[in-house]
């Protein structure tokens, strides 16, 4: 699951990453046509990015979302239940000690 996990996040940021080149290039060849200035192509790019940057947070809360909602489904243990339960056993532990 975790192995899935990362090559999708992978496969997303390289496509960020594709995207990204893709705009710079467009907006050079504009600036160089004289069809748009290297201040609004800056700017351009800087509205490019975060926007960007808040879709990436948009989506990587949709994924964290989800991702709890399919582990929650399969009944897996949190780490604070994990936790929980060694405190427990420590405790049993430590009363049968005590006992002996």
């Known amino acids: 699951m975790r192995d899935l996990f990362k090559k999708g996040l992978s496969v997303g940021l390289g496509l960020a990453s594709a995207s990204k080149d893709q705009a710079e ?7 160089e046509k004289g069809q748009l200035s290297k201040e609004e192509s800056n700017n351009l790019l800087k509205d490019l990015r975060m926007k960007g940057e808040e879709s990436q947070k ?21 780490k604070e239940t994990a936790q929980a339960l060694e405190d427990r056993i420590e ?6 000690n005590k006992e002996e």
């Open 25 to 31: 290039r467009v907006l050079d060849e504009l600036v």
């Open 58 to 78: 948009q989506f990587d809360e949709k994924i964290k979302r989800q991702l709890k909602t399919y582990l929650d489904e399969l009944e897996v243990p949190t």
């Open 91 to 96: 405790k049993l532990e430590e009363q049968v």
